[in-house]
């Protein structure tokens, strides 16, 4: 089974930084939408930001501005750099990896931002 893995996260303090990294092996990764979703306790897992094979980025607007998602298809690797941290960025975070109707999921990683 194929399955991204993530690693970054932790505690930081609000307004402060974390970088997330997604490495995904065994696929075309370069075919593949990359993205990073995350689920708070008691609230449904939402999309953060996303970047297409080409490059193409979206991001929620909660996040738009602070947070910056990027790629590396030489690696297999996918990032989430995370400025300007809130409380409300605490979440469990998941990369995730798309192309056509095969979706996979990391099994994700905790960000605390404490205030």
């Known amino acids: 089974q194929v399955q991204p893995v993530e690693s970054g996260g932790g505690l930081a303090q609000a307004g402060g930084s974390l970088r997330l990294s997604c490495a995904a092996s065994?696929?075309?990764?370069?075919?593949?939408?990359m993205g990073w979703y995350r689920q708070a306790p008691g609230k449904e897992r939402e999309l953060v930001a996303t970047?297409?094979?080409?490059?193409?980025?979206n991001y929620a607007d909660s996040v738009k501005g602070r947070f910056t998602i990027s790629r590396d298809n030489a690696n297999n690797a996918a990032y989430l750099e995370m400025n300007s941290l809130k409380p409300e960025d605490t979440a469990v975070y998941y990369c995730n990896a798309h192309a056509g109707i095969r979706y996979l999921w990391g099994q994700g990683t905790q960000v605390t931002v404490s205030s």
């Open positions: 970047i297409t094979s080409r490059g193409r980025t």
């Open positions: 065994g696929i075309i990764y370069s075919t593949y939408t």
